[in-house]
């Protein structure tokens, strides 16, 4: 991920759950990056965990930093509120892909990056084999399929009637939506 000039990689870091707190640590231990803000929604779960210099109190000063790579891991409306304005400074990691699921802002983003000089990036990690399953798809081979997700109730940022279900989990799984992804 080094920029290949010997230069550190400067990184912005959107949203600081489970997932944020992990990529701070390890860009923070790593030579070839370069921790340059981290947004949170709640500022207050940043302060006293992170050096101050790192906390970046509105998103819409990220440009202020100059980060080479910002990494979303908060919102699908951060995606749909800032994608194409980060694009105009830096590459830009969706963590949450579920944005692309409206055509708009899929569409939007994509002209931006082919006539732009920054690139997406969409990790795939929380559904490993996804491109295995749209290859069967594509032969013809696949007559269905099940995707079963699960998380501990504290990762869902949830509007309601989600959010009072959600609250409701104790020890026993709950199933917040079961049908059709595409």
């Known amino acids: ?3 290949g000039n010997g230069k550190k990689r ?6 600081y759950g489970h997932i944020g707190q992990y990529l701070v640590e390890e860009i923070l231990q790593r030579n070839d990056l370069e921790l340059c803000f981290i947004w949170n929604r709640t500022l207050e779960v940043l302060r006293n965990k992170v050096e101050d210099k790192y906390i970046l109190e509105s998103l ?3 440009s202020e930093r100059a980060p080479d790579l ?3 891991v ?3 409306s951060i995606t749909a509120d800032y994608g194409e304005v980060f ?3 830096a590459d830009y990691m969706i963590g949450s892909p579920t944005a692309l699921a409206n055509l708009d802002v899929e569409n939007k983003l994509r002209q931006k990056a ?3 000089t920054h690139g997406i990036y969409i990790p795939s990690g929380a559904l490993w084999g996804g491109s295995d399953i749209k290859r069967m798809a594509d032969r013809g081979t696949l007559k269905g399929v099940k995707v079963t997700m699960k998380k501990h109730p504290s990762c869902y940022k949830l509007n309601e009637p989600l959010k009072s279900k959600n609250g409701l989990v104790n020890s026993d799984a709950v199933v917040l939506y079961d049908g059709p992804i595409s």
């Open 70 to 72: 910002i990494v979303e």
């Open 1 to 3: 991920m080094n920029s």
């Open 114 to 116: 082919s006539s732009g």
């Open 87 to 89: 694009l105009d400074v």
């Open 10 to 15: 400067k990184i912005g870091i959107v949203g």
């Open 74 to 76: 908060a919102h699908p």
């Open 60 to 62: 819409s000063s990220f």
